[in-house]
């Protein structure tokens, strides 16, 4: 089913819908008017004796230098092969597609003087499957994502190369084989295609989409640690988190609440326990996770504006009829925003490594045996994946550190202020997947706990959990060959089914 999307107007919710799928997307046809208007404006300053930034002169500090109209086409042409100069791994196909899309919402909003014909042929690779093959190093996040876009737009030239079947061609191979022809560039559609913010939008978007799958299943693992500890509900109480007011702290508590509701565990100690207050990473968990989720969702409010944004240089006013110089092209918010989602990753691993430490600590865990093995000392039980948990959270802790205070002056010190986007947002990639493997080591060893306290009985919803996590992973008793069993509970955090074989609603991303 071909998917439409407004400029201006699509949500969290259809991006992360599109990021997860192949499904061919085409813009509103209500934009068209409004594309082609300020593409006919362009056209004519092209021809024009007044000097128009990108239109008919140089580039950034090359600006002073005017263009003849005859070579505005090898203008646009030189543009982007000579910014063609991204560096090290490929971007993945799902990035990449998402980027692409992201370009579609930005063109789309009429602003940026690129013709239709620009705006089908993105279309149309989408739908095809022909995805060009992006570098991911290269930009500072200002002026545009200035490398990997420049390779998007090469391969629309024919140049470059892309993904179609699996195979990897030279850019006009795989348009041919598409069935797809190159487009020749006009004026200022090679600015229009690379100034913006999209190479690094989409890996913040990806980031924020993952880590918040992520949040939900730390959820899930952090209330069976809680009862694998045989820890108190008692902190969970609505009126606790009401009184403080922040969303994201009660959304959090009451997702533990119906997670937790009707444990046998929790009832055969709620009369006489000795302990009057569990540890912070169990009596904290709505104060920390609760702000990790208002951080992520403030990162998503900016990152929806940014999707629907136009972001290049210059930008044409239809309504005012003019075409000015602007700076939509800096990436600020996305990196602030990156900073932010790297922020709430790293916290909400931070205390489920915790919460991990605790189950496996005898002295700590309430009469767990040792490293939650039957047989300690022949056996070692989860002793070393605590040890990959405490490894992975110190690295997402490195990785924490903010980007966008990292400026450097560039191109000849025209560009003196850049944002580092692209690389506060490409890192929450490895990010994520650490804290989805610290997650998946809590879920082992909170299933186990829990297993150790039989007769008694967790809740509906987390048996529930524990039941689809046997269908990847058997009970561990005596040693065995661990890495397997670490990846398929990554797995399971991965693909986001932890909450919905609970039974209980992901708390929504923006509310």
């Known amino acids: 089913m071909t998917h439409i999307i407004t400029p201006g107007k699509t949500s969290l919710t259809q991006l992360e819908a599109l990021w997860r799928s192949d499904a061919p997307v085409r813009l509103d046809p209500a934009c068209h008017a409004a594309i082609t208007q300020a593409a006919a404006r362009i056209a004519a300053a092209a021809n024009s004796n007044t000097a128009v930034y990108g239109v008919n002169t140089g580039f950034g500090k090359l600006a002073s230098v005017k263009i003849a109209a005859k070579d505005t086409a090898t203008l646009q042409r030189n543009l982007i092969l000579s910014h063609c100069c991204g560096v090290g791994e490929p971007s993945t196909r799902a990035h990449s597609r998402l980027m692409m899309l992201l370009k579609l919402l930005s063109l789309g909003r009429g602003a940026s003087g690129a013709r239709m014909e620009l705006i089908t042929l993105l279309e149309e690779m989408l739908a095809r499957g022909v995805t060009p093959m992006i570098p991911v190093q290269g930009s500072v996040g200002a002026s545009g994502d200035l490398a990997p876009l420049a390779h998007m737009a090469a391969v629309m030239m024919g140049h470059g190369e892309a993904d179609y079947a699996g195979e990897t061609l030279p850019g006009c191979e795989a348009l041919r084989r598409a069935g797809l022809n190159p487009v020749e560039l006009e004026a200022k559609e090679g600015l229009a295609l690379i100034n913006g913010t999209q190479f690094s939008t989409a890996y913040a978007l990806a980031g924020l989409f993952d880590a918040w799958r992520a949040m939900g299943a730390a959820l899930v693992t952090s209330a069976m640690s809680t009862d694998a500890i045989m820890g108190s509900t008692a902190p969970l109480q609505p009126e606790i988190h009401e009184l403080r007011g922040h969303a994201g702290q009660i959304d959090a508590a009451a997702t533990l609440r ?245 039974g209980v609603p992901m708390p929504e991303l923006l509310i």
């Open 258 to 502: 119906a997670l937790l509701t009707g444990s046998e565990i929790r009832e055969s100690h709620r009369d006489g326990d000795s302990r009057v207050q569990d540890p912070y990473c169990i009596r904290c968990q709505p104060q920390v996770t609760g702000a990790a989720m208002d951080m992520l969702r403030m990162a998503g409010r900016t990152l929806q504006i940014e999707a629907n944004a136009a972001t290049d240089n210059p930008l044409v006013l239809s309504e005012a009829g003019l075409i000015v110089s602007g700076g939509n092209f800096h990436a600020e918010p996305v990196g602030f925003a990156a900073d932010m989602i790297a922020l709430a990753v790293a916290e909400i691993g931070a205390i489920a490594q915790r919460r991990i430490a605790l189950i496996v600590d005898p002295t700590l865990s309430f009469d767990l045996p040792p490293f939650l093995t039957p047989n300690p000392g022949l056996n070692s039980g989860l002793m070393i994946a605590e040890v990959t948990t405490a490894a992975l959270m110190s690295e997402n802790k490195h990785l924490a550190n903010p980007c966008v205070t990292d400026s450097t002056p560039t191109s000849a010190n025209q560009e003196d202020h850049v944002s580092m986007a692209a690389h506060g947002a490409v890192r929450l990639g490895r990010m994520v997947a650490n804290l989805e493997r610290i997650i998946g080591v809590e879920l082992l060893c909170a299933a186990r706990g829990i297993e150790f306290r039989e007769p008694l009985l967790t809740s509906v919803p987390l048996r529930a959990v524990i039941k689809h996590l046997r269908q990847s992973v058997a009970t561990l008793t005596d040693d065995r060959y661990m890495a397997p069993d670490l990846e398929a509970a990554a797995t399971l955090v991965l693909n986001g089914t932890l909450l919905k074989a609970a």
